[in-house]
């Protein structure tokens, strides 16, 4: 197999891609008869399969495969939470955030961020907060770190009790006297 047309179809698949899928499609499609193993083109078909048509199930086996083919493939780990958990395979995603949080050179503050995500989606606010709190220790930029802090607001605003009218009204009265 020549490996320079592979790439090319790689490339020009990760060139298509959002733009032009139909293109992406096709070029990916090449790309996988010459190497069905090909783990550049299996993420981005799991890509394609989750952000343009829904299908978590299929995204999921190509994000699946593309990590078996190379578990060094740093940019899989993200978009494979991210679909486990619209998937809601919570437990599944855990696992994953788990085995990520071991691999050498991977954004570890993305990953605590994905674990903030998950306990606010299964309702473990202050465990929520905790992690988002560690991943804010293990981010690089200034943008990232605005976008923590405002997942944290938003999570203690979840957290504040809400008041009622008869609270509210308890109080005018007290302050009127």
């Given at each position: 197999?020549?490996?320079?047309?592979?790439?090319?179809?790689?490339?020009?698949?990760?060139?298509?891609?959002?733009?032009?899928?139909?293109?992406?499609?096709?070029?990916?499609?090449?790309?996988?008869?010459?190497?069905?193993?090909?783990?550049?083109?299996?993420?981005?078909?799991?890509?394609?399969?989750?952000?343009?048509?829904?299908?978590?199930?299929?995204?999921?086996?190509?994000?699946?495969?593309?990590?078996?083919?190379?578990?060094?493939?740093?940019?899989?780990?993200?978009?494979?939470?991210?679909?486990?958990?619209?998937?809601?395979?919570y437990q599944e995603?855990?696992?994953?955030?788990?085995?990520?949080?071991?691999?050498?050179?991977?954004?570890?503050?993305?990953?605590?961020?994905?674990?903030?995500?998950?306990?606010?989606?299964?309702?473990?606010?202050?465990?929520?907060?905790?992690?988002?709190?560690?991943?804010?220790?293990?981010?690089?930029?200034?943008?990232?770190?605005?976008?923590?802090?405002?997942?944290?607001?938003?999570?203690?605003?979840?957290?504040?009790?809400?008041?009622?009218?008869?609270?509210?009204?308890?109080?005018?009265?007290?302050?009127?006297?």
């Amino acid at each position: 197999m020549d490996t320079n047309l592979l790439n090319n179809y790689v490339l020009k698949a990760i060139d298509a891609y959002p733009y032009e899928l139909e293109e992406t499609v096709e070029n990916l499609n090449y790309a996988l008869s010459y190497e069905a193993n090909n783990a550049y083109a299996l993420y981005l078909m799991g890509r394609l399969q989750a952000e343009q048509f829904g299908d978590y199930e299929k995204a999921r086996q190509y994000y699946a495969e593309a990590l078996a083919n190379k578990l060094d493939f740093h940019k899989v780990y993200s978009k494979y939470i991210l679909v486990l958990m619209w998937n809601e395979d919570y437990q599944e995603a855990q696992k994953l955030i788990d085995f990520a949080l071991t691999v050498k050179g991977l954004n570890k503050g993305e990953v605590y961020l994905f674990q903030g995500q998950l306990f606010e989606i299964l309702q473990k606010y202050k465990k929520a907060l905790k992690t988002l709190k560690l991943a804010k220790k293990h981010v690089y930029n200034n943008s990232f770190t605005s976008f923590i802090d405002s997942e944290i607001k938003r999570i203690k605003n979840k957290m504040k009790p809400k008041k009622t009218k008869k609270v509210k009204s308890k109080k005018k009265k007290k302050k009127k006297n």
